[in-house]
């Protein structure tokens, strides 16, 4: 079962090369005994590979953050 302890906020974070920036944010649940999903959506830059990371921060200002993933954003598209 997945869970939520003092949860204040999950920072969305895209990057490249090492370099991330926040892009949203989710409210938190709080204390939470349940599995929760939550869903940002992102209109990233085609042409590309973006990298994608999640904060979790707190209540008390304590921060983990998840193992990057990549995303292929595909080739640049021509339209009418």
Do not use: K
Not at 42 to 60: A, E, F, L, M
């Amino acid at each position: 079962m997945n869970s939520e302890i003092s949860v204040n906020r999950y920072a969305v974070e895209r990057g490249a090369n090492g370099a991330f920036a926040e892009i949203g944010s989710l409210q938190g649940g709080g204390n939470v005994d349940a599995a929760v999903e939550y869903e940002y959506v992102d209109t990233p830059p085609t042409g590309r590979s973006v990298q994608y990371r999640i904060r979790q921060i707190t209540n008390d200002g304590a921060q983990e953050v998840t193992e990057p993933i990549t995303v292929n954003t595909g080739i640049n598209a021509v339209g009418p």
